[in-house]
């Protein structure tokens, strides 16, 4: 191929047929390195100049490559932005969306919670290791998500029995339904990491300690619960439940404002399939106190913190 020379032009295709168009400084940019590649004189030199397109470009060398191949694919209209009959229109690719979307809800299922701004992390490591120059920028990323929030939203609010004249009514994996219709009739107990790094008395890092916090579904109320570095467990589980069920005394070194009055026996326990919960000792403990085990539909249907 010959040397790009400035004014040059190229044809694109679009929905209205084809169209010329001149090379912008940039794209003028693109074409002559990768013309610098081409005419490199032995393996050496062409990997000096890889390296050093990269950085005149504001690339990785992974995406240099790919540049290149296609480049030597489709010449000059491989290495530029092909002209669109949707420009300035916001599009993004069907696949980059899945992706998105896919990343937010593996990152929050369970007790893990992922930020928006850590999928957009995500998102720019995973353009990097294909080597897609156009990935979704971060705030397209946000626009994707704020429709899955929405949506989520409204789920919640269906299911809230916040809303007057809504009832709420449980599904279980078996089939099941429950109809929440008072207090103390189904708790639900759930792990979370706490957004804090405890530190020893010399300032060693101990890590994120874990919540399990027990919600009695109909009231919304926080009936007990379990702050410590173990992991997720039965054993966890069960010392949670215990501090639900009894009454709270605590001393005055506490410093509470109010006293923290709620306790009771539930009639149900309703959870997620998980180990801890889907256990020979949580169901040996329920059986005793006669309280009964349901496991949700879905891992997120119905979790206390989406009321």
């Given at each position: 191929m010959g040397e790009v020379e400035p004014g040059a032009s190229v044809t694109e295709s679009g929905s209205s047929g084809v169209r010329l168009r001149e090379l912008t400084i940039a794209e003028q940019e693109r074409v002559r390195a990768m013309q610098r590649l081409a005419k490199a004189a032995d393996r050496g030199t062409y990997l000096s100049l890889q390296q050093e397109v990269a950085e005149q470009l504001g690339m990785s060398v992974r995406n240099v490559q790919y540049l290149q191949k296609a480049w030597e694919r489709d010449g000059v209209a491989g290495v530029i932005r092909q002209g669109r009959s949707d420009?300035?229109?916001?599009?993004?690719?069907?696949?980059?969306?899945?992706?998105?979307?896919?990343?937010?809800?593996?990152?929050?299922?369970?007790?893990?919670?992922?930020?928006?701004?850590?999928?957009?992390?995500?998102?720019?490591?995973?353009?990097?290791?294909?080597?897609?120059?156009?990935?979704?920028?971060?705030?397209?990323?946000?626009?994707?998500?704020?429709?899955?929030?929405?949506?989520?939203?409204?789920?919640?609010?269906?299911?809230?029995?916040?809303?007057?004249?809504?009832?709420?009514?449980?599904?279980?994996?078996?089939?099941?339904e429950i109809k929440v219709e008072r207090s103390n009739q189904v708790w639900q107990c759930d792990h979370t990491r706490v957004d804090l790094m405890v530190v020893d008395q010399v300032g060693e890092v101990l890590g994120r300690p874990w919540l399990t916090t027990v919600i009695d579904t109909d009231s919304r109320c926080m009936m007990g619960m379990h702050l410590g570095m173990e992991s997720p467990s039965a054993w966890v589980v069960c010392l949670a439940l215990r501090h639900a069920i009894l009454p709270k005394q605590y001393n005055s070194s506490y410093g509470l404002q109010q006293e923290w009055g709620t306790y009771g026996m539930p009639e149900n326990l309703y959870t997620d399939g998980g180990k801890d919960f889907n256990s020979k000792h949580i169901e040996q403990v329920t059986n005793e106190l006669k309280i009964v085990l349901h496991q949700r539909r879905y891992p997120a249907e119905g979790r206390a913190d989406s009321f």
């Open positions: 420009r300035g229109q916001r599009r993004l690719d069907e696949e980059w969306s899945n992706y998105i979307v896919q990343t937010y809800r593996a990152g929050n299922r369970g007790g893990r919670r992922m930020s928006r701004a850590q999928v957009a992390v995500r998102v720019a490591a995973r353009a990097m290791e294909i080597g897609d120059s156009r990935a979704p920028s971060r705030a397209s990323v946000y626009r994707i998500l704020q429709t899955e929030l929405d949506r989520q939203a409204e789920r919640s609010r269906v299911r809230s029995i916040g809303w007057s004249g809504e009832e709420l009514i449980l599904r279980t994996r078996d089939g099941g």
